[in-house]
């Protein structure tokens, strides 16, 4: 079962991201919502998982810049993919931005699950979780 750590700051994000992935993968995953960096630390300190959905802006002008590296130590060996459609580019050249994998604009997600997750790829992850 694919592992995937959601961080958001709006609880609809996590039900259309859910619908999103259900449309795209079936039911083959296990999607965790976080809705503070501290919530996502403690989750990603009680299990693994597969990818990290981390929203780029998040309240009071949190950013990836701020909370990817609280997150780094504890991700193991997750894939990070940053949703927004704005991303500095500075940033992704930094040491710290250098650890997201992909970028995703929200209304392209079904889109990317269905290609990060699709045919061998899926079997393959799957293979390797078990």
């Keep these: 079962m694919i592992q995937i750590l959601l961080l958001d700051d709006e609880k609809i994000e996590a039900k259309l991201i859910d619908l999103a992935l259900r449309k795209s993968v079936g039911k083959a995953f296990q999607l965790d919502f976080a809705l503070t960096v501290g919530e996502a630390v403690d989750h990603l300190k009680a ?10 802006m998040m309240p009071r002008g949190v950013s990836a810049k701020n909370t990817l590296p609280v997150l780094l130590p504890h991700k ?30 929200k209304f392209y997600l079904k889109e990317y699950f269905q290609k990060k997750f699709a045919g061998p790829q899926l079997s393959e992850l799957k293979s390797a979780i078990r």
């Design 47 to 56: 299990k693994k998982y597969d990818l990290i959905l981390l929203d780029n």
């Design 76 to 105: 193991g060996e997750a894939e990070i993919a940053l949703i927004s459609s704005l991303v500095d580019e500075e940033f992704l050249r930094s040491e710290v931005g250098q650890h997201v994998d992909d970028i995703v604009e």
